[in-house]
T-cell receptor, first 110, second 113 residues
Framework: GQQVMQIPQYQHVQEGEDFTTYCNSS?????IQWYKQRPGGHPVFLIQ?????EVKKQKRLTFQFGEAKKNSSLHITATQTTDVGTYFC??????????FGTGTRLTIIP | DTEVTQTPKHLVMGMTNKKSLKCEQH?????MYWYKQKAKKPPELMFV???????INESVPSRFSPECPNSSLLNLHLHALQPEDSALYLC????????????FGPGTRLTVT
């Protein structure tokens, strides 16, 4: 089946530093979504990207969808302790189901 | 109301028990999903209901039986589970069946003894 890979698997950053997670697919995606799951919590929808090269911002978070619609990134500027959690990208191939990426677990060192 | 509710929050059951997980949403969403999530892993899709009809079954063992009584409710009936079925079971809903913008419930943490 289709797979979506994320790197890095883990990231430890000092509070105030930036953080980026990357999402890659071997085939073209119809769209890409990003979710955040806090420790002990459930996935929470953050954003959806549909267009090639699309960039969206939410406060300190910047999301990009690659030109070929095979990759995406999430960048957080000046991390805060509230950013702790696992960030999942999730893509749709054609009209198929949503496929979650492997996730990046972010921990913040105060 | 953008909330998906799930009951119970925790469930411990023996391998011979029969239990049910419940999920409810009042956002008017027409698609509902069951996912299974193991520790430190992404959610894995189990079932999709679209307009109250089962549209996707990801080759889930028959000891898991989904049911959609109406557009707001989704159940997952459990019978003769195995210890390896212990996981967090998440329900989600989305406006339509294209899989876009899914809203997850808090999950039921299931332990099979």
């Amino acid at each position: 089946g289709q797979q979506v890979m994320q790197i890095p698997q883990y990231q430890h950053v000092q509070e105030g530093e930036d953080f980026t997670t990357y999402c890659n697919s071997s085939t073209t995606l119809s769209n890409i979504q990003w979710y955040k799951q806090r420790p002990g919590g459930h996935p929470v929808f953050l954003i959806q990207l549909v267009k090639s090269g699309e960039v969206k911002k939410q406060k300190r978070l910047t999301f990009q969808f690659g030109e070929a619609k095979k990759n995406s990134s999430l960048h957080i500027t000046a991390t805060q302790t509230t950013d702790v959690g696992t960030y999942f990208c999730a893509g749709i191939f054609g009209n198929e189901k949503l496929t979650f990426g492997t996730g990046t677990r972010l921990t913040i060192i105060p | 109301d953008t909330e998906v509710t799930q009951t119970p929050k925790h469930l411990v059951m023996g391998m011979t028990n029969k239990k049910s997980l419940k999920c409810e949403q009042h956002m008017g969403h027409r698609a509902m999903y069951w996912y299974k999530q193991k520790a430190k892993k992404p959610p894995e899709l189990m079932f999709v209901y679209s307009y109250e009809k089962l549209s996707i079954n990801e080759s889930v063992p028959s000891r898991f039986s989904p049911e959609c009584p109406n557009s707001s409710l989704l159940n997952l009936h459990l019978h003769a589970l195995q210890p390896e079925d212990s996981a967090l079971y998440l329900c989600a809903s989305s406006p339509d069946d294209r899989g876009l913008e899914q809203y997850f419930g808090p999950g039921t943490r299931l332990t099979v003894t």
